[in-house]
């Protein structure tokens, strides 16, 4: 299983981006897809997640009401849009996959990383 995460670059606070993430497997459909990010100095974190389904993404506090996290199963690939974005999102942010439907906001949940992507938020 690979994974490409794509779509990071430099934004403005309170502008949009939106992260897209592809992932090699034809059985897609039957994995959750998380995104993590992790900034300069600091540990690595949960932003959302979304099941094979679909349905009840989860997401982070800190991006609630501004991340939206979708996936296309026909297309294999899961995006993060990222509304009114803050400058302290400014971290490399990283697709993972996983077989499980629990615990998603936990990295240990995912078996697949993609190498990540830079997004830096001026403000």
């Known amino acids: 299983v690979q994974l490409q995460a794509s779509g990071g670059g430099l934004v403005q606070a309170g502008r949009s981006l939106r992260l897209s993430c592809a992932v090699s497997?034809?059985?897609?459909?039957?994995?959750?897809m998380g995104w993590f990010r992790q900034a300069p100095g600091k540990e690595r974190e949960f932003v959302a997640a979304?099941?094979?389904?679909?349905?009840?993404?989860k997401y982070a506090e800190s991006v609630k009401g501004r991340f939206t996290i979708s996936r296309d199963n026909f297309r294999n690939t899961v995006s993060l849009q990222m509304n009114s974005m803050k400058p302290e999102d400014a971290a490399t942010y990283y697709c993972?996959?996983?077989?499980?439907?629990?615990?998603?906001?936990?990295?240990?949940?995912?078996?697949?990383w993609g190498q990540g992507t830079q997004v830096t938020v001026s403000s």
């Open positions: 993972a996959a996983g077989g499980r439907t629990y615990e998603l906001e936990y990295d240990r949940s995912y078996e697949y």
């Open positions: 497997r034809r059985a897609f459909g039957s994995v959750a």
């Open positions: 979304i099941t094979w389904t679909g349905g009840s993404p």
